[in-house]
């Protein structure tokens, strides 16, 4: 995958995280470079985070899964964790702009812009003993990694899948025409993720439907192809029935048969199918492949707790609480030894949501932040993100 480009200002930035031993992440003379801490410093009594849902868990729940609690006792009581849930990034973006918190679980279509607004800090990895063990297909990500600078700690990965109501919508699917098709059997009752990103689902099926538009990267949008899949999205919303950002009601409408077909994540599915009675549900990712997202723990660049921010990321990151917090959510976790860890709870876990099979994440192409930069010879003549917060607008009416 191609590195991110971000704006040449972001180039010659230097954050020191306050309240951490200082030191230096080195550098050639005359470039400037990121200050790192060279160790962790006292940790502060507490810890203030923003997360998904499912990220944070407390016992609350359920007490089998509760990573919190052990986590505060792990450091001696320090680091009491403050959680705030929030169902979409911009929710997220719109928490971390008030600096009132420590660190965030930011996905790919998040944690470009806490970069470019200088939000996020630089991660010294060598601090985060469970580094080491994280899948190299998610180590030095254009998601996670910018300008050949760490800005985090991946946690777990998943695709976003087709999924429908086999009862009433006979037969195998096998393309996302059921959600794009104005004949569809699904028209008027379908779901999907109410945010910008999602314009780059339909870049996604464009580029094997429409080839002569030469999408390469459906985060990579000149104006002709960005106006397709703008368009594809009008011809699709009298076929919406809700677009979603909370799991559980998500649920509920394909329970309830409100719903009969859309994008969903791994979670809803095995919850549908887990209930009793079970819902008659399928997914699949579909023949065009899919888009899809691997989330990060940032920390903010003038975070409070830095101490506690850095212990949380390898906790979180750590074998067991992965394996914990991926069985909960229902992704593929990020740490290699979590696998034997998430089999004790969910037999064939890392197998159901692909932990390591890289064949199949080939055809998942990762939230990432669009930015005018094209990545290739056609320059700056891409679509940023605002043109496509502007044009979602648009798109819902």
């Known amino acids: 995958m191609r590195r991110f480009r971000i704006p040449g200002a972001l180039a010659a930035f230097a954050i020191l995280l306050s309240g951490c031993s200082g030191g230096n ?7 400037p470079v990121p200050s790192y801490p060279s160790s962790i410093g006292a ?10 849902v499912g990220y944070m868990e407390s016992g609350k729940n ?5 990573w919190v609690t052990p986590f505060e006792a792990s450091v001696g009581g320090k680091c009491k964790v403050n959680a705030k849930e929030a169902g979409t990034s911009n929710a997220m973006k719109s928490l971390m702009d008030t600096g009132n918190y420590d660190g965030v679980s930011a996905s790919g279509n998040l944690s470009g812009r806490l970069v470019a607004d200088g939000e996020a800090a630089p991660v010294n990895v060598d601090l985060v003993p469970n580094y080491k063990d994280i899948f190299p297909a998610l180590k030095d990500q254009p998601y996670n990694t910018f300008a050949g600078v760490h800005y985090g700690i991946p946690h777990g990965r998943g695709a976003n899948l087709l999924v429908w109501r086999s009862d009433i919508i006979p037969g195998d699917q096998t393309s996302w025409s059921l959600v794009f098709d104005p004949n569809s059997p699904a028209k008027g009752k379908v779901s999907v993720y109410d945010d910008p990103i999602y314009i780059a689902d339909a870049a ?16 990579e949008l000149d104006q002709k192809q960005f106006d397709a899949a703008v368009a594809l999205l009008k011809v699709q919303r009298p076929m919406i029935k809700e677009y ?12 309830t048969g409100t ?16 209930a009793k009675p079970a819902v008659a549900v399928k997914a699949v990712l579909p023949k065009e492949g899919s888009t899809g997202w691997s989330d990060t723990w940032m920390m903010y660049s003038h975070a409070k707790h830095p101490n506690c921010m850095y212990k ?4 979180i990151t750590s074998p067991k609480v992965n394996a ?39 055809k998942v192409h990762l939230w990432t932040i669009p930015t005018a930069n094209c990545g290739d010879s056609r320059g700056n003549t891409c679509k940023d993100y605002s043109a496509w917060l502007q044009a979602w607008t648009e798109i819902k009416g």
Do not use: R
């Open 312 to 315: 949380w990321m390898d906790w």
């Open 62 to 66: 359920d007490p089998a899964y509760d």
């Open 204 to 219: 996604n099926y464009l580029m094997s439907t429409q080839p002569d538009l030469g999408i390469k990267n459906p985060y």
């Open 25 to 31: 992440a080195g550098g050639g003379s005359g470039t």
């Open 244 to 255: 979603w950002t909370d799991a559980a009601a998500q649920i509920q409408s394909f329970t």
């Open 259 to 274: 719903l009969t077909a859309g994008t969903t994540w791994q979670y809803q599915v095995n919850t549908m199918l887990a």
């Open 324 to 362: 914990q917090v991926a069985v909960w959510f229902g992704e593929a976790p990020s740490n290699q030894k979590a696998c034997a860890e998430a089999e004790k709870l969910s037999p064939g876990h890392c197998d159901t949501f692909h932990a390591n099979d890289e064949a199949y994440f080939s």
């Open 43 to 52: 940790l502060e009594d507490e810890l203030d985070l923003v997360g998904w």
